[in-house]
């Protein structure tokens, strides 16, 4: 089983697919990397929009993805509704927070802002979690080393907040990757995503980063990995993997 846990693949809804053409693009590489299951986490910012309105927009566009699966026969892989939830304090204000949870689950993903994570930011993400009842997902915890100290967001992490990285991350040759190894090793790695926005710029990379995976980390580690999506999809407590 193998499960995107991030994905920006619903059609003109965010900026991710901007039509039916591309989602299917999307889901055509998904479903040639052997991916079963997708989340769809299409970003959700408080200050723009009612958590009722994005509901609404991303159950139209989810349903023209299904409607063109069924009309045309083509496999669909299974698609899990949820949001990529940007931090800002006003969240704080918010109710009915866990409408925006993965589907079916208490788990929500939260991206943070790309700035120096302070003090302040961390107290209102777990606030946010202990008020609303959620289990917290930070997306792609290594994009934010570029704004902000790998230290900074350990407060976090080192409580029983869950770390996702992106594939692309993985597949990088750089620094990047480098960083997002050291997450990993250091055992704040718990979910993988790809992240994806189309089939260009910013394409999934799920077979590629699982191979990388499983080259450089104990076969348990990738196994686990996968295992950790599934048990949060079901609404278990994740495994340890370490
Ligand atoms: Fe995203």
Do not use: W
């Not at 496999?75 to 079916?104: F, W």
């Not at 407060?155 to 990047?176: A, F, K, M, R």
């Not at 450089?216 to 996968?226: E, L």
């Amino acid at each position: 089983m193998i499960i995107d846990f991030h994905s920006h693949l619903l059609p003109g809804i965010d900026d991710g697919a901007v039509d039916l053409t591309v989602t299917k693009g999307i889901i055509d590489k998904q479903l040639s990397d052997g991916v079963d299951t997708i989340v769809a986490t299409p970003h959700y910012y408080c200050e723009q929009q009612s958590i009722d309105d994005f509901i609404v927009n991303r159950d139209n566009a989810y349903n023209k993805v299904v409607d063109y699966y069924s009309e045309t026969n083509l496999l669909m892989p299974k698609i899990i509704l949820g949001a990529e939830v940007y931090y800002s304090h006003y969240l704080n204000s918010v109710t009915d927070l866990r409408k925006l949870c993965i589907q079916g689950t208490d788990y929500l993903m939260l991206e943070l802002p790309y700035k120096e994570i302070t003090p302040a930011i961390i107290d209102g993400a777990l606030n946010l979690a202990d008020a609303n009842g959620v289990n917290l997902i930070i997306a792609h915890i290594e994009r934010y080393l570029r704004f902000t100290s790998y230290k900074s967001l350990l407060p976090l992490l080192q409580n029983g907040v869950l770390g996702q990285i992106n594939c692309s991350s993985i597949i990088d040759s750089g620094s990047t990757r480098r960083k997002t190894f050291k997450f990993i090793k250091d055992g704040y790695v718990h979910i993988l995503g790809s992240d994806v926005h189309n089939t260009s710029s910013r394409p999934a990379y799920m077979g590629e980063a699982i191979k990388v995976l499983s080259k450089k980390f104990s076969p348990s580690f990738t196994a686990g990995i996968m295992n950790n999506a599934n048990d949060v999809l079901h609404n278990l407590d994740i495994d340890d993997i370490y």
